[in-house]
């Protein structure tokens, strides 16, 4: 099975930005969507971007565009989440998963995907 592994979280400032980076362990990777979701102290998880195996579509929480951009490098089995202009409210541990459409279920919670072990992201005002 496919192991996912977030890299990139830390402290940040209010506005300023982090890249993560979300790790596969195999080359399947490659065939699927994928999405970052966070979860935040005291609430759900929730979904934040995903990306179609090819890098050709894209699709954000609507709170977050703008701000947020999801991308992938295939030939590094890795997708990235780059985010700016953070806030305090950005403040979770922040998930990869592999996903699997149609687009309503990959922007959807499900435990029975493979998830990543989570990268805590601070945002201190």
Not at 24 to 34: G, I, Q, V
Not at 61 to 79: C, H, P
Not at 89 to 109: F, H, L, M, N, Q
Request: aromatic fraction near 12%; include cysteine.
């Amino acid at each position: 099975q496919v192991q996912l592994v977030e890299s990139g979280g830390g402290l940040v400032q209010a506005g300023g930005s982090l890249r993560l980076s979300c790790a596969a362990s195999e080359r399947s990777f490659r065939n699927y969507w994928m999405g970052w979701f966070r979860q935040a102290p005291g609430k759900e998880r929730e979904f934040v971007a995903a990306i179609t195996w090819s890098g050709s579509s894209t699709y954000y929480a609507d709170s977050l565009k703008g701000r947020f951009t999801i991308s992938r490098d295939n030939a590094k089995n890795t997708v990235y989440l780059q985010m700016n202009s953070l806030n305090p409210e950005d403040t979770a541990v922040y998930y990869c998963a592999i996903k699997v459409g149609p687009i309503a279920r990959v922007v959807s919670d499900y435990e029975t995907d493979t998830w990543g072990q989570g990268t805590q992201v601070t945002v201190s005002s």
